[in-house]
């Protein structure tokens, strides 16, 4: 194996797949390369495409472990799933104006892989460039609509990222598990965040949720431990469940008006938070929105507020006092308990009801 590998074999590559090449010539006349044609051709180093090339099919040169640059034609307008996937030598990739779609894991596993920059393509496949653990820096050019779903999943390299004005959605789990991750810049144009984007980003400090943000859904920012603070505009509409599950080190957020309700678990978790200000226009406070913010020590609610549901404040031990609006019909089963300090409580005529355990374990206030 180690003679072979150390021989130099050229190809001119037209239709026929030869067997142990280390480098390729694509002929100009060449308008594909076919699915797997050099799928795990491990002593495969060099490779040169040709302008005139259309497509890399799927798994064109998956897993051919030797590879350690390419430049991608600007003819090529796709490069099709896992085209790339598992080629650990990889350090360099030009994608060039004119791409339209990466498929889906295209760049996957490319462990060398260091920089990056993604032209305006239309379809950005789920897993583009997850697990490209040595990939530092990453340019999104304006153009580009969307970011698709674990497009940069552990990408455990990463320290920042500027998302054009251009891009209208982050997709599920588009950036999670990128442990590295510091900085984000979001831009006016971004509508929404899916679910789980920034999940267990776990060194991001701060976000800027920028003006026309409409939508941040289930755990977009779960478990990002040292987020600090959160400030909401007023486009927001919904914040889906778990959103900023265990952010342990939050300490503001400011809510924005037109929100309507805190979904389930929203805050759970958020251990360093202490105050919160409920916007004007929420009506319905989760199950467990904020259960064990154990520093939450002071909470302002507004006439409007209808519902605090189920455990809402639960363990919320340095909470000591709370007023509630005339508004309030119903405070869920166990909505206070555990609220070891609570001292007073402010009830209001128009209390319908108060359901059971609403404030069990509540020392401070039943002595």
């Known amino acids: 194996m180690a003679a072979r590998s150390s021989k130099r074999v050229e190809f001119v590559y037209r239709d026929r797949i030869p067997q142990d090449v280390t480098h390729l010539r694509v002929h100009p006349t ?56 598992g080629c650990t030598k990889l350090t360099k990739v030009d994608l060039r104006e004119g791409l339209d779609g990466i498929g889906e894991g ?19 496949g789920c ?21 698709g779903e674990k497009a940069f999943s552990s990408c455990t390299s990463l320290r920042r990222i500027t998302i054009p004005s251009t891009v209208r959605s982050i997709g599920k789990e588009a950036f999670s598990q990128c442990t590295n991750l510091v900085n984000v810049e979001l831009s006016n144009g971004l509508v929404n965040i899916k679910q789980s984007a920034f999940a267990k980003c776990t060194s991001l400090k701060s976000i800027n949720v920028p003006f026309g943000l409409m939508t941040i859904e289930t755990s977009a920012f779960q478990s990002c431990l040292a987020l600090e603070h ?26 924005n008006e037109g929100l309507i309700r805190i979904e389930d678990l929203t805050f759970t978790g958020c251990k360093s938070l202490r105050f919160i200000r409920c ?21 302002e609610l507004f006439e409007g507020l209808v ?5 809402a404040f ?6 000591e006092h709370i007023t509630f609006p ?33 404030f069990k374990g509540c020392a401070s206030l039943l002595g």
């Open 30 to 85: 060449a308008k594909m390369i076919a699915y797997s044609a050099f799928a795990h051709s491990l002593n495969l180093i060099d490779v040169q495409l040709n302008e005139g090339l259309e497509c890399i099919s799927d798994r064109a040169f998956y897993h051919c472990k030797s590879l350690k640059s390419i430049e991608i034609p600007s003819t090529v307008i796709v490069i099709g799933d896992d085209a790339f996937a």
């Open 106 to 124: 295209a760049f996957s596993h490319c462990a060398s892989l260091r920089r990056i920059v993604i032209p305006p393509i239309h379809d950005f």
């Open 326 to 358: 005339s508004t309030l019909r119903c405070i869920g089963n166990g909505a206070f308990q555990g609220c070891t300090n609570l001292i007073t409580v402010g009830l209001q005529e128009g209390l319908e009801k108060v359901d059971f355990k609403a």
């Open 230 to 255: 959160l400030q909401l505009p007023t486009t927001v509409k919904s914040i889906g469940t778990h959103a900023f599950y265990d952010c342990e080190k939050l300490v503001s957020v400011e809510l």
């Open 127 to 147: 897993g583009a460039f997850a697990s490209c653990t040595k990939l530092f820096k990453v340019e999104l050019c304006e153009g580009l609509n969307n970011i």
């Open 314 to 319: 639960e363990q919320c031990t340095s909470l």
């Open 307 to 311: 519902e605090i549901e189920y455990a």
């Open 279 to 299: 916007p004007k226009s929420l009506e319905i406070i989760g199950f467990k929105a904020f259960y064990r913010c154990e520093q939450l020590r002071n909470v």
